[in-house]
């Protein structure tokens, strides 16, 4: 394979335009990100890592995906992009500063490719000490997360887990596409992404893939982008967007935390966990926002370097995870709440779009 025009460094993240940012804004808060910026119709928003923001939304008249940002190296990578696709270099007006390309992959979505955005030094964080079996460096001091019992409140007579999941970064999107193969060449071209995992269908047809950015010596998440083709009768009706994971400041017990916070709360879709996944086998909790959308909190998944080989995986690797609930048929759909509500009951077939 030909050199890449450019090697994104990593997914920074996501873009949507909405009816309602009030809402989202609760919602987001709720999912444990934090305000970063907000003008009349715009917000962003950040987690505890070094990026402006990892998350943002302009108000328009739908709801819908717009794109996804990446980092590169170098100026000279948007240089040989702008040559490339023959675009112009913009000044970002953004949190963050830096300058910017903006493509559109073969299905028609945005790919926003960033150089020079300032970011800031992230804390850094204690890792929590947990007591295994045979290892136990936790001696003489008793594990307490967040307040403890403190966290549960009572609301109007509800119980109410109040401590959120602390969101980090974006690590990832999932898409949903026409044709497999020309969407995994264009990102594997165009932002030097690498085959994690082929997904294969019983009939050895490649129905998609998880790619990851390609780093060289240094290990990179397992995948930066989930690539999946959808019959043409599903891809109109629920749109590219699959989901957007987020990654947790700490482990476990972060992605619990959320979980019991959003569950008690009790204004959310619960989509889909928690569980851990085979094909990067990080732990999962996936939640549908108000306008529809798949946002996952994960924790604890794999990094590769670019010497670990592709590998063919079965399509049932993609839903059957290591341990955790049976994917339920609205999952890496775009659709309202009360809408997957209604397919989870009527329609369980549409599992075996993944299988």
Known sequence: MADPICKAVDIVFVRFELTDLEVQKEYLLHFGMR???????????????????????????ENRYVSSGYRVGARA??????????????????????????????????????????????PTQQAPS????????????????????????????KLVYE???KVMRLGH????????????????????????????????????????????????D????????????KLDAHGSFGHAGFELTESVDDLMAGHFHMKTVGKYAHEWGIG???????MYDYWRDPAGFILEHWTDGDLLDASVPAVNAPARDVILAQYGPVVPSSFNLTMPPEKAEEVRKTDPSMSTLFL
């Open 130 to 157: 947990l007591n295994a079996g045979f290892d136990k460096p936790r001696q003489n001091h008793l594990q307490r997360f967040g307040k403890g019992a403190d966290e549960w409140r009572s609301h109007d007579g």
């Open 173 to 220: 999107t999932a898409i949903n596409i026409a044709d497999p193969k020309r969407s995994m060449d264009w990102y594997a071209d165009t932002l030097g992404f690498l085959v994690s995992d082929n997904i294969v269908l019983p009939d050895g047809m490649v129905m998609g893939g998880f790619m990851r950015c390609d780093l060289g010596d240094t290990p990179a």
């Open 222 to 233: 397992h995948h930066t982008i989930n690539i999946t083709a959808l019959p043409p009768e």
């Open 163 to 165: 401590l959120t999941s």
């Open 35 to 61: 305000p970063a910026h907000e003008t009349g119709n715009v917000i962003y928003f950040k987690g505890t890592g070094a990026d402006p923001f990892i998350y943002t939304a302009t108000k328009g008249a």
């Open 276 to 282: 851990r996944h085979l094909l990067g086998s990080q």
């Open 77 to 122: 990578d948007l240089e040989r992009l702008a040559d490339h696709f023959n675009v112009d270099i913009v000044q970002s007006r953004e949190p963050g500063g830096g300058e910017k390309v903006v493509l559109k992959d073969p299905d028609g979505l945005g790919v926003e490719v960033f150089h020079g955005v300032e970011r800031t030094v992230a």
